[in-house]
Structure formats: C-alpha cells, structure tokens
C-alpha cells in the first residue's frame, strides 16, 4: 500500500515537473515571439520613416527642377555670359530626368542612391552657374535674378534639410537592422540595409555662396 501511496507521489510530482517545464518554454516563446514581432515592426515603421523622408527630398528637388529653366532664362540675358555653365546645368538636368525616380527608397534603395546622386550633381551646377554670375553686376542688380535667386536659396535650403531628414531615417532604420534581433529578421524577411546620402567631393570643397553683399 505504502509503494502504491509512493508511486502516485512521484508520479504527481513528474507531471507538475513536466507542467512547469512546458509552461517556462511557452512563456519563453511568447516573449520571443514578442520581441521578434515588436522588432519587425519598429523595422516596418523604420522603413515607413526612411520612404517618407525620401519623399520630402524629391518634393524639394522637383520644385528647384521647376525654376531652373526660369534661371537660366533670366541669366541667359546677359552679355558673353559663359555657355559652357549654362551647358553643364541642361546637360545635369537631363541626367536626372533619364533616371527611374522609385515611388519608395526603401523598394530600390540603389535607384534612389543614384537618383539621389544626380541630383547632388545638378546642385553643383546650379551652384557653380550662380557664382559666375559675381561677373556681372549689371545681372546681379536686376529684379528678376534677385527674385529667382532667392526662391533658388529658399529651395536650396528646404533640400538641405530634408537630406539631414533624411540621413538621419537611414540611420536610425540601418541601426535597427544590424540590432538583434533585427540582424536575423532582415534576411528572413528580406529587409535591405539602404545606402547612406554622402556629399559628393564637389560639394565638399565648394565655396559658400554670398549674394546679400
């Protein structure tokens, strides 16, 4: 009888072993599981972050794209004004309108880098074109340029913020990834590292441009 009585005890005692070992890998599943779904969406919503800051840029370059020709058709007025500038600036617009501008960085990160990319060239242009302008008071003096330079400089400046906007998405989106365990949901869901915007080497070494004196 006591054998019996010893046996059922040690049985009981087996199940509630064996029910506590089940209940601590499910507990430990479910916070995995937990932490692997918080960590996929903070990725997701990182993505979201990166496409939209994207967007913002493209915004702002298309409005600089937008008065270029305004620009050039004002300074194109101006006695033995250097071609070669004014050909620079056409030939880097027409760059950027061949390449495929993706509706999200995120889908093609190496069209937006190049995109991105073409349009920093433009920029040095258009940059370059003004600063020749310095030869010609009488073109500096006129309404027009005064008005279209300072839609240009507004322009300018919106698109410098919207990069560190964006450099910083990219970033923050990059950390996530490299993260674990974001390291191991990237290749399983197919989550991409995007490219990081750097200035060119131009851009680098360009000077600031001064029109207020």
Known sequence: MLNTSTSRSSLRGAMSTGLALLLGVFLMLLLGGGCAA???NSMVGGQENVDQKF???DNQYTRRNELIPQLMGTVK?????EEGVLTEVTNARASVGKLQIPTQASADPKAA???L?????????VGRMLLTVEKYPTLKATDQFRDMQ????????RIAVARGDYIIAVKKYNTTLRQFPGNLLAGLFGFERMPQLEA???????PTID???
């Open 38 to 40: 918080s960590k996929y």
């Open 55 to 57: 967007s913002e840029i």
């Open 77 to 81: 007025g101006a006695a033995d004004y």
């Open 113 to 115: 880098a190049e995109y």
């Open 117 to 125: 990319a073409a349009q920093q060239g433009l920029g040095s242009a």
């Open 150 to 157: 300072s839609q240009i400089e507004g322009t300018e400046n």
């Open 200 to 206: 060119t080497a131009a851009e680098r070494v360009a």
């Open 211 to 213: 029109f207020s004196k």
